[in-house]
């Protein structure tokens, strides 16, 4: 039987995984999906903003990956031919190490329809949901969102330019490389800057570790920290009102120790 429907393909942002942190635009979006095909990161009740749709898990875990990149953009344009509406539906910002960009390539290559819809990413969310603000006048004038693990399964080399600058640093896929990152702001003089590693930001499953960058290693060991996670490094960690104490004591374990040298 023919599709009737007009071929058309949206790109959502899920958000970080609370389900309320989506757009109402990318709710609206939803609910007219003759598809949807969703990452593992998203939160599941969020399908059921999509009543009527036809429902595709396309999500790649770290070493379990069920479609490659180059099925899933396949996938979507298939969707959209044979039954119209197809919602991409992606975890935080599909634009933010999302791969969006060359989704919305590919299918725009087919003439197909295509429109964005912004999501919340987890670089920023999952830090305010802990009361980190990632720039603070007189604290932090900028941002570095960096990914750890690049395409090639490198470290960025953006994280070494981030350790010399004074800016905050948010890696995203930096859990295997985080031995490396520590290494690399401990040679750049940021042996005591605060950080902060986050597991399943903004969801009932939330972890978090906290120390300084020479701490951190043993504090993600110590908690058994892994993926998904954002590493914080910066002076901004330390500012938050839940994080205040811990640091305080932090502070005062250095001036002692400094005391008694
Ligand atoms: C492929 S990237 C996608 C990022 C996504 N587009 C965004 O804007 O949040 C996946 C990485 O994002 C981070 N991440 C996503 N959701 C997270 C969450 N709820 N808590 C902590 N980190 C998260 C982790 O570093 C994870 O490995």
Redesign the pocket.
């Known amino acids: 039987m023919k599709n009737k429907n007009k071929p058309k393909v949206t790109l959502v942002?899920a958000g970080?995984?609370d389900v309320d942190l989506i757009t109402v635009k990318g709710v609206k979006s939803l609910a007219t999906a003759d598809v949807v095909l969703y990452d593992a990161?998203i939160n599941r009740e969020l399908l059921d903003y999509a009543p009527n749709a036809i429902k595709i898990f396309v999500g790649k875990r770290k070493d379990f990956h069920r479609y490659s990149q180059d099925e899933i953009n396949e996938i979507i344009v298939k969707n959209a031919f044979e039954h119209g509406h197809v919602v991409r539906l992606?975890?935080?910002?599909?634009?933010?190490?999302?791969?969006?960009g060359e989704e919305i390539d590919y299918v725009d290559s087919f003439g197909i329809e295509t429109q964005v819809i912004s999501?919340?990413?987890?670089?920023i969310?999952?830090p305010a949901n802990l009361g980190v603000s990632l720039t603070k006048r007189g604290v932090s004038e900028s941002l570095w969102i960096i990914?750890?693990t690049t395409s090639e399964r490198q470290l960025s080399a953006d994280v070494k330019l981030a350790a010399q600058s004074s800016a905050t640093a948010v890696?995203?896929?930096?859990?295997s490389k985080l031995k490396e990152i520590a290494h690399l702001f401990k040679e750049f003089g940021k042996s005591e800057t605060p950080t902060a590693v986050?597991?399943?930001?903004?969801?009932a499953n939330?972890r978090v570790g906290l120390g300084t960058v020479d701490t951190i290693e043993e504090v993600v060991a110590d908690k058994g920290l892994s993926?998904?996670?954002?590493i914080v490094i910066g002076e901004v960690v330390k500012e938050s009102v839940k994080f205040r104490a811990f640091f305080e004591e932090i502070n005062q374990q250095i001036v002692e120790k400094q005391r008694s040298l």
């Open positions: 942002g970080p995984g990161l992606k975890g935080g910002d599909p634009f933010i190490f999302g791969r969006g999501g919340i990413s987890s670089s969310s999952v990914t750890g890696i995203l896929m930096g859990m986050i597991q399943n930001g903004c969801t939330e993926s998904p996670a954002i």
